[in-house]
């Protein structure tokens, strides 16, 4: 930033005293003149250098929150994502480029204009002295609008290169069009003979004219255009169909502004990359994605736009809303009355908005084809979120609007005003939230139970302290805050949700699953009691449900990393690899219970014979957590199927060092040491599975067929020969893998 200053205060000074150079070898030097020289053309490098000393870190912090909240960069690169896109947009090279140029352009036009007099003798060959003055006015209008626009972006912390070049291009073309205009009336055109008075200086109205295009010279051109159409009469210049100033919340100014950036229509802005718009400008994260949302509807439906607002849908988002709430697809069943309200609401929500039939809403509610709506709906998802982080004041813990945003200020701030007020039972709820955020589980406790002594009918209260039970252990405790929490209001749909978390995971699965319906029987939006459902659904084997348990979460935007892992086991459940593969990928990137993870992901390589990342995520899983069952069972049957049998047989022993009863891996050891041509320590790890296991398991079964077969049969197997039909039998066995589902 230094340098940057340096260089910026070097040319400015050269430039200064290049141009006091010449006007005092024309001995033109007025004190006056250089005031105003100065005062007009000083704004420019002083905005800019006032902006260098604010703002830069501010900025980047608001670009971090922003792609975070949207999904625009991973955890680990966004911190280098952002810094780079930064240097780039806010060189310094290119700000001293510009201000350097407009400078040079200004003080040009205001030296033309102090000293080309109509009666003087013309200062340049290619412009009149009256085409001079009118000049002069049309930067003047230009320099009217610069002004506004500086104090505008400065204000709003928005002044990038950009700025400066938009300026000196509008200098340029306001002076472009101004002196085609003049040299057309000057010489002659409709109006030439009432261009100038009598003194030979342009009439007010060519005055007036000439500042008008400096303000807006694209009303100049379309003047220009005009009356080339009467000499010309070419076709009408097309104009865009889906114009900007369409969406609602987009005034000139902002029109203007994203102008700046080549959005011209609605289309532009329905495509734009977002990030683009986040470094770019200063607009609210807000604004940004509700006019990125009502663009792509605009685009979708065009001049039917105003049917749709009528019915109060201004949005793509607003309308998978509205078709969402009369879905006959609901996660609960619907009763016949239901879904027939349902499909009658639709059909006059269709012709409302002037649709053939209820399909087309279906197909005109696809966004899909946009990138952009993926980030959108993120956002949503954490719309509340974001309104608390830019509230961000202090006072707001009372009603806890910041403890998810910023938990630390919220304790700084509540921790004081609960010096002031230490009865206050509400302030305590929020503050005990603020500490289960940070993990201060003691303090967080200690909190609820104060606010549940001081006001014993803080629903609230109960519920949350439910949770940090939950996270402590202590389930019963847990249960219990939740009953009292249900009985105080009957309809706490989080308190259903938490009380069956509490059951599930003590294994009380019918109770969970009981709780859970009823909380979203509740509240159907309640996206961790689809979570919690699922994973209890997982416990019973029934995984069918529970995928689309989580298949419901996810779309209610609950991503949280136990979604993952959970959703993968499941998709294990059901044989389908390759998709839990790519689930528990994620919750790999996420670090959830990664030894579990890993030895589930190892799992289902191994179903797909992809033995080289089988044995990766195995070994990792087994190396994370030794006593990981299923990692060392895994990794013999995997060593088994390269017939490395002495390696196998290692693991299979290691596995039933934890967990000597499971007697598929034992059957296993068994068939790994007959493989490998240890026949007495094959038959007795069969005699071991038959004094063990089930009489009509499986494992007995086979384990019988191989103690029947006479000892010397077995020797032809581990060097390659024909494999007996027991063997064969056996093939269903040996792939019955350890899953710890």
Not at 242 to 255: A, D, K, M, Q
Not at 533 to 547: E, I, K, M, S
Request: aromatic share 10%.
């Amino acid at each position: 930033m230094n340098n940057a200053l340096n260089l910026i205060l070097k040319t400015i000074v050269l430039l200064a005293g290049l141009f006091g150079l010449v006007l005092v070898l024309q001995k033109q030097l007025l004190s006056l003149e250089i005031v105003a020289y100065v005062g007009l053309v000083g704004i420019y490098p002083l905005t800019y250098l006032a902006y260098l000393g604010f703002g830069a870190q501010a900025q980047q912090k608001r670009l971090r929150d922003d792609f975070r909240l949207l999904g625009l960069a991973r955890e680990e690169e966004l911190e280098e994502t952002v810094a780079k896109l930064y240097r780039t947009v806010y060189n310094p090279f290119q700000f001293v480029v510009y201000i350097a140029l407009i400078v040079l352009e200004s003080l040009l036009i205001l030296w033309g204009y102090q000293h080309c007099k109509p009666s003087a003798v013309p200062c340049f060959d290619f412009v009149g002295p009256q085409a001079m003055q009118l000049v002069f006015y049309s930067y003047l209008g230009a320099f009217v609008f610069s002004v506004q626009e500086l104090i505008r972006r400065y204000n709003t912390f928005d002044l990038q290169p950009q700025v400066y070049s938009s300026i000196l291009v509008r200098i340029l073309i306001a002076a472009a069009i101004t002196f085609a205009g003049a040299s057309f009336i000057l010489s002659g055109g409709e109006q030439g003979s009432g261009a100038t008075d009598t003194a030979g200086d342009p009439q007010v109205w060519a005055q007036v004219l000439a500042f008008s295009i400096g303000i807006f010279p694209t009303q100049g051109i379309r003047w220009l255009v005009q009356q080339a159409d009467r000499i010309l009469n070419p076709t009408a210049t097309p104009t865009s169909e889906l114009p900007l100033r369409e969406v609602l919340g987009i005034s000139t100014w902002h029109e203007a502004r994203l102008g700046q950036m080549g959005i011209d229509d609605a289309q532009n802005l329905a495509t734009v990359d977002i990030r683009r718009l986040l470094l770019t400008t200063q607009f609210d994260t807000q604004e940004i994605t509700n006019w990125i949302d009502q663009a792509i509807l605009y685009v979708k439906v065009g001049a039917r736009i105003q049917r749709f607002r009528e019915v109060k849908i201004a949005s793509c988002y607003e309308l998978w809303a509205a078709l969402s709430r009369l879905s006959t697809n609901a996660p609960l069943q619907l009763s016949d009355a239901e879904r027939n309200e349902r499909l009658e609401a639709r059909k006059r929500l269709a012709l409302a908005l002037g649709m053939a039939d209820a399909d087309e809403l279906e197909r005109l509610a696809d966004c899909t084809n946009f990138p952009n709506y993926s980030h959108i709906a993120e956002y949503y998802a954490r719309s509340s979120m974001v309104a608390r982080r830019r509230a961000n004041l202090g006072m707001e813990i009372l009603l806890g609007d910041i403890v998810e945003s910023d938990p630390q200020r919220a304790i700084e701030d509540g921790e004081r005003l609960l010096s002031q007020n230490p009865n206050n039972a509400e302030l305590l709820n929020s503050l005990g939230s603020a500490y289960h955020r940070l993990g201060r589980l003691e303090e967080a406790f200690a909190a609820y139970t104060r606010a549940i002594e001081l006001d014993d009918r803080l629903v609230e209260a109960y519920v949350r302290r439910s949770l940090v039970n939950i996270d402590e252990g202590r389930y019963q405790e847990a249960i219990r805050d939740c009953t009292d929490a249900i009985n105080l209001a009957r309809n706490h749909a989080q308190a259903f949700n938490n009380r069956g978390l509490a059951y599930m995971t003590i294994g009380y699965l019918d109770r969970a699953l009981e709780d859970l319906d009823e909380a979203l029987r509740l509240d159907d939006r309640l996206a961790s009691a689809y979570l919690n459902r699922g994973v209890t659904y997982n416990a019973q084997n029934d995984f069918a449900r529970a995928l689309q348990d989580f298949e419901r979460a996810y779309l209610l935007g609950h991503r949280v990393a136990e979604l993952w892992l959970a959703w993968g086991i499941a998709l294990i459940g059901t044989e389908q690899y390759q998709p839990a593969i790519e689930k528990l990928s994620r919750a790999v990137l996420c670090e959830v219970d990664l030894a579990n993870t890993y030895a589930k992901r190892g799992y289902a390589y191994l179903q797909l014979n992809y033995y080289r990342q089988a044995r990766n995520d195995l070994t990792i899983a087994r190396d994370k957590d030794p006593r990981r069952f299923e990692a060392h069972h895994n990794l013999g049957l995997l060593e088994a199927r390269l017939n490395n049998f002495p390696a196998a047989i290692d693991h299979y022993r290691k596995a039933l060092a934890i967990a000597e009863n499971q007697f598929v891996t034992r059957y296993n050891l068994a068939l790994a040491y007959y493989r490998s041509g240890n026949i007495a320590e094959a038959r007795a790890e069969f005699e071991r599975v038959l004094a063990g296991a089930s009489p009509d398991s499986m494992e007995a079964r086979q384990a019988r067929i191989q103690l029947s077969l006479p000892a010397g049969r077995s020797t032809s197997t581990p060097s390659g020969g024909e494999k007996t039909v027991e063997e064969r039998q056996h093939d269903e066995t040996d792939d019955r893998l350890a899953s710890d589902q």
